[in-house]
T-cell receptor
Framework: EADIYQTPRYLVIGTGKKITLECSQT?????MYWYQQDPGMELHLIHY???????EKGDLSSESTVSRIRTEHFPLTLESARPSHTSQYLC?????????????FGPGTRLTVL | SQQGEEDPQALSIQEGENATMNCSYK?????LQWYRQNSGRGLVHLIL?????REKHSGRLRVTLDTSKKSSSLLITASRAADTASYFC???????????FGRGTSLIVHP
């Protein structure tokens, strides 16, 4: 099991609410990622970070924002949730000192916006 | 567009049979990795093959890479019901080393 955690695991929330999905890892990895995945579909990279104070947008346009104030934390925030944000959100980390870039994933947060 | 494309999209077999999944990609890669995802969970890394390798083994897993055809295959031998999961290939290209995932193959192994 990888040492990467996500909370909450499940979240059902109403439209317009602000939410923050938490992700933390204890492996000291500099690189962290957020993916969005609909059931049975591919993973879409929405944000990534090379390290503290580094954040980049991924391939999929997203209305979410991220921050990286500490190495171990990479929270994702939706200022105003909408039904179109309903999906599974997966956080991952990797060690850039290893050229293979093997990713370690958290268990995911399944978000439902009513 | 996505780099990796797995096929088949779904595969249903009996316990004890072998399962083969394929991944095709478009551009030159640094390496290719296979991941497994159980329903409702995150992905777990299975095996990595570098662009200068042709075959790798890990337990009941065998991965091949054909860079001339830009394709890879994952073979699971003597499958078990516990192998039921989705399997994704992920390719890394260029200098960014950010893997790109395909849509995955959904494998069901019937006891």
């Amino acid at each position: 099991e990888a040492d990467i955690y996500q909370t909450p695991r499940y979240l059902v929330i109403g439209t317009g609410k602000k939410i923050t999905l938490e992700c933390s890892q204890t492996m000291g990895h500099d690189k962290m990622y957020w993916y969005q995945q609909d059931p049975g579909m591919e993973l879409h990279l929405i944000h990534y970070s090379y390290g503290v104070n580094s954040t980049e947008k991924g391939d999929l346009s997203s209305e979410s924002t991220v921050s990286r104030i500490r190495t171990e934390h990479f929270p994702l925030t939706l200022e105003s949730a909408r039904p179109s944000h309903t999906s599974q959100y997966l956080c991952a980390s990797s060690d850039p000192r290893r050229s293979t870039d093997t990713q370690y994933f958290g268990p995911g947060t399944r978000l439902t916006v009513l | 567009s996505q780099q990796g494309e797995e096929d088949p999209q779904a595969l249903s077999i009996q316990e004890g049979e072998n399962a083969t999944m394929n991944c095709s990609y478009k551009t030159s890669i640094n390496n290719l990795q296979w991941y497994r995802q159980n329903s409702g969970r995150g992905l777990v890394h299975l095996i990595l093959i570098r662009s200068n390798e042709r075959e790798k083994h890990s337990g009941r897993l065998r991965v091949t890479l054909d860079t001339s055809k830009k394709s890879s295959s994952l073979l699971i031998t003597a499958s078990r019901a516990a192998d039921t999961a989705s399997y994704f290939c992920a390719t890394s290209t260029g200098g960014s080393y950010i893997p790109t995932f395909g849509r995955g193959t959904s494998l069901i192994v019937h006891p």
